[in-house]
């Protein structure tokens, strides 16, 4: 069965940092591109980043410069280290796959909720 | 930069309707559209992409189209099982920006 579970979220306070991981399993991980999308509560989704098979990060203005992608492909994982936070920052964390046809998002973890407060 | 507009926000149907779902794109982005399927609590689930694919494991009654900068998602007839928010997304590749709308909310009447 293809699974994403992700892992990491929890309380943090503005300013801090969190990782977030994803453990990827029934397929060749390695060979997707794969991203982080957030929902905040009651709001629509936000593509956060994304990384491709060669492992190069893209980001949006808004995280750019705060967030930072990687993959450990050996291990079938997913991370996303994410620094400075921001109350803006708070919301359920998605890993997902980039399928096929211009990497669309066909699986979707659970999710895992990070919330930036003091 | 390319903006996803969904109208209506929130449609109220009834199982066995026919309901069509739009979103406009701000500028041409050719066929690289995708629509997402989410119910409370869960993970977005992905229905259409390249406009009017229908992605493996989704029923026939979903199908899409388009119209220049215009898509639609259409449900031929609404099941109790798809009353759940709608969102389009743009797929572009290179480099990555994958941009969304705004959602449309399906209720039962």
């Known amino acids: 069965e293809v699974q994403l579970v992700e892992s990491g979220g929890g309380l943090v306070q503005p300013g801090g940092p969190l990782r977030l991981s994803c453990a990827a399993s029934?397929?060749?991980?390695?060979?997707?591109?794969m991203h982080w999308v957030r929902q905040a509560k009651g709001e629509g989704l936000e593509w956060v980043s994304t990384?491709?098979?060669?492992?190069?990060?893209y980001y949006p203005d808004s995280v750019k410069g705060r967030f930072t992608i990687s993959r450990e492909n050996a291990r079938s994982s997913l991370y996303l280290q994410m620094n400075s936070l921001r109350a803006e920052d708070t919301a359920v964390y998605y890993c997902?796959?980039?399928?096929?046809?211009?990497?669309?998002?066909?699986?979707w973890g659970q999710g895992t909720m990070v919330t930036v407060s003091s | 930069d390319i903006q996803l507009t969904q109208s209506p926000s929130f449609l109220s149907a009834s199982v066995g309707d026919r309901v069509t779902l739009t979103c406009r794109a701000s500028?041409?982005?050719?066929?690289?559209l995708a629509w997402y399927q989410q119910k409370p609590e869960k993970a977005p689930k992905l229905l259409i992409y390249?406009?009017?694919t229908l992605q493996s494991g989704v029923p026939s009654r979903f199908s899409g189209s388009a119209s220049g900068t215009e898509f639609t998602l259409t449900i031929s007839s609404l099941q109790p099982e798809d009353f759940a928010t709608y969102y389009c997304?743009?797929?572009?590749?290179?480099?990555?920006?994958?941009?969304f709308g705004q959602g449309t909310k399906l209720e039962i009447k």
């Open positions: 029934g397929f060749t991980f390695s060979s997707y591109v």
């Open positions: 390249a406009a009017s």
């Open positions: 997304q743009h797929l572009k590749s290179y480099p990555p920006e994958y941009t």
């Open positions: 997902v796959r980039g399928g096929a046809y211009r990497d669309a998002f066909d699986i």
């Open positions: 500028q041409g982005i050719s066929s690289y």
């Open positions: 990384i491709g098979t060669a492992g190069d990060p």
